[in-house]
């Protein structure tokens, strides 16, 4: 007679006896549970939100910090090129259209060919005028998506920090495992003694 011997657990480990459809015998023993820091969440969260890279370094994975620092300091200098633009084609657009003589910073962005004296040409005075708007507005935009970008990291260094603690008691150890051993069986009033196979799944 041969018959399966299922052993399932998350705590706690079971062996479960098997014949036919019939279940005759269960028995239990407990897995000594491994010991280990338990990390909170909320603290975790709390010191990223202070400052990026402290709940990183409360769950011990410093090998993060450098990578989510050089997200910051790429995003951040994209903020300040992106600002600085922005605003010499802002104030370039305005101080041509207001032509005051004592404020003429567009001529810093005349093409290379063209001096002042081309834009008294109205067709030229009209390109020139929209293409400082079009700069103006391209700036103004990229440096938008750059603040965003940069919330966008911060809010994942909480969601990492945070999700990191909640796994910190997840086991990831080589106690997982599955495997077949052959078992004897005991006779029971219904049934004979006979050999089988017991399968143990240890979570």
Known sequence: MFCWLTAYNTFAQGTVTFTGDTIVQVNKKTVKEKKQRVLSPHKATLL???LPGMG?????????????????GGISYAIGFNSKWYRKYKAAYRDFIIQDPNNKSYLEFLPPTWTEEDLYDP?????FQSALSNKKDY????RDLSFIGMAIVYV???????????LSTFDISDDLSFKLDPVI????PANNSGA???LSINF
């Open 156 to 166: 994942l260094n909480l969601m990492d920090a945070s999700v990191d603690a909640h």
């Open 48 to 50: 990223s939100a202070v």
């Open 196 to 198: 089988g196979i017991k």
């Open 123 to 127: 067709m030229n005075a009209s390109w």
């Open 56 to 72: 990183q370094a409360y769950n011990h994975k410093y090998w993060k910090i450098p990578i989510l620092y050089a997200g910051i």
């Open 185 to 188: 069986i005991d006779p029971t």
């Open 139 to 142: 700036y103004r935009r990229y």
